[in-house]
């Protein structure tokens, strides 16, 4: 897509709309067109702008200063900053900015500089997950193509599966655990980061992968024991019901101890049976791991 919203802007930048609209009035260097029914609408260079100003808005500089720098003087300022935050958030800027342009050789250089520097689990945990949640929200909202938003994904996807094949751990252990995506959901990259989690702490995993009804699922369950069962949801599709699933494997799997992570985790409030687990984080998963 060519254009944003004052929306998409707030939802990758975390400056407020409000706030937006005020420097649009005080300063020079955004300035939106608008639809025949007086609606903002926002080039991709104005998107670049919002990000770059954002983050050094956030980090210290004074917007009636940055209103001031030029375009080669707020890159180098960025590059200047020194804090680990500001440096994930810059990372995540550029990120954003190539999955928009579509230039996905500078894409891939990025995201294999970041697993480089930073290892497999802190370069998906600070940087490349952080990055997809805001991709997805311009997917969402039909503001990048679905072939953009798989693109990117299917680069991701394959470090992760990389990083899989090339792992090694120092022991071994008796614990097993079966991976796999309920019906119908079919985002994978949350899934396979556990897998590559689990088998770097030398656990045996059993792969299911996406898509698998509960009778498939039973079907390995019964023959392999596993001694965890793990699933990763995002499930923005229509007709899922997250109580239902619960209700299922609780009913299906009772004799087993279920992980369950993923955006439909977070806002989840209802008591669970007691063999069921939520991890809300890439880094509760993380800990969780580190604790088997």
């Not at 792969?207 to 793990?230: H, Q, R, W």
């Amino acid at each position: 897509m060519e254009s944003f919203t004052i929306k998409d802007l707030e939802n990758l930048s975390g400056i407020k709309a409000h706030t937006i609209r005020i420097w649009e009035q005080r300063y020079q260097f955004i300035k939106p067109c608008r639809t025949c029914t007086n609606i903002r609408t926002y080039s991709i260079d104005e998107l670049k702008k919002i990000l770059n100003i954002a983050l050094l808005n956030k980090y210290g500089y004074k917007i009636s200063h940055i209103d001031k720098m030029n375009e080669e003087s707020i890159k180098e300022t960025i590059l200047s900053l020194t804090q680990s935050e500001a440096l994930h958030e810059r990372v995540i800027n550029e990120l954003i900015e190539n999955t928009v342009d579509l230039d996905l050789d500078v894409l891939e250089t990025i995201v294999n500089k970041c697993i480089s520097k930073r290892g497999v689990e802190a370069a998906f945990i600070q940087i490349i997950f952080p990055f997809l949640e805001r991709v997805a929200l311009l997917w969402r909202a039909n503001n990048i193509n679905p072939a953009q938003q798989q693109l990117v994904t299917n680069i991701i996807r394959r470090k992760l599966i990389a990083g899989i094949e090339n792992v090694t751990s120092l022991k071994k252990t008796d614990t097993s655990v079966l991976l796999f995506l309920p019906a119908n959901e079919h985002r994978e990259l949350g899934l396979l980061f556990a897998n590559y989690l689990l088998k770097r702490k030398g656990i045996t995993t059993i792969y299911l992968g996406a898509n698998i009804s509960f009778d498939d699922m039973e079907y390995v369950v019964n023959c392999k024991k596993p001694t965890y069962l793990y699933s990763h949801l995002t499930c923005f599709y229509t007709g899922f019901c997250f109580d239902k699933f619960i209700k299922n494997i609780s009913h299906r799997f009772s004799d087993k101890t279920f992980i369950i992570s993923g955006t439909i985790t977070q806002s989840y409030k209802k008591k669970l049976p007691p063999h069921i687990s939520l991890k809300k984080s890439f880094t509760e998963v993380a800990a969780f791991v580190a604790e088997l």
